[in-house]
């Protein structure tokens, strides 16, 4: 049976006059890598910042494990599961590997009540949970020989793969990846790719907006495909490749 990790229905957002998000409806279930793309503007990001609650919708539904999640803060959906990464890289410099990746962690621990009598030894418990999820986190980011390492010497693509790992550190059900592999030469982005179908089989769902089309096609189970804030198609790689409105709005002949 399908599990739907996320749904979005009748999703729209404006920003004054500029309708960026005109009634987007789709889900990601359990076990898959949905895309999200479309031309610059096309509603990509504005999407992920409404799905992680950094924007509020203008209309529609968000529902997370089955609960409505589109009136509940940015917090409040990373502890029930929902994690994301931005645009833009953003990095503690002198913080080592490991140290900003146990920072995620730290999102998901704040929101959960420990009775204060039992607090010194659910902390000692915690504490090694936490590590063992660094750990993990670490070894599915292909980050463990650099945990030790200062943020600030680790190369550009490392700290976007640790951005990847510090939004993994809450132990999310589904991630969402703005744009991972800005700036990233080829062989980066084949390493990605592969980082992005471990995640996927480790029991995170992705969903993740590219404008590389290679990784986008060889990762995905299936896309979604924007222009102008619309949903013009949904399908597998395949099919969106073939699709004639993707084709003119955004792939070119080419693709
Ligand atoms: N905070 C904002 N205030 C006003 N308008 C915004 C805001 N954020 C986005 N927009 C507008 O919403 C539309 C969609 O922008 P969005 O950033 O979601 O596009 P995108 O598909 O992510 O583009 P890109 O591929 O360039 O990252 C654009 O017209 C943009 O100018
Ligand atoms: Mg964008």
Redesign the pocket.
Known sequence: MTTKVLEVKGLCKS?GG?R?LRDLSFTVNENEVLGLI?P???????TVNTLSGVLPPTAGEIRLGGHPVQNLPEWDRVAMGLTRTF?TASVFPEFTVREQVVLGCEATRRSRPIASAFRLKADRAEEQEIAKRVDTVLELTGLTALADAKVGVISAAEQRFLMIATALASGPKMILLD?PAAGMISHERETLTRMIRRICDSGTSVLVIE?HMALIMEVCDRIVV?NF?AQIAEGTPAEIRENRAVIDAYLGEAA
Do not use: D
């Open positions: 920003f500029v960026a479309g610059n503007g096309s509603g990509k990001s504005t645009q744009e404008h924007l804030g």
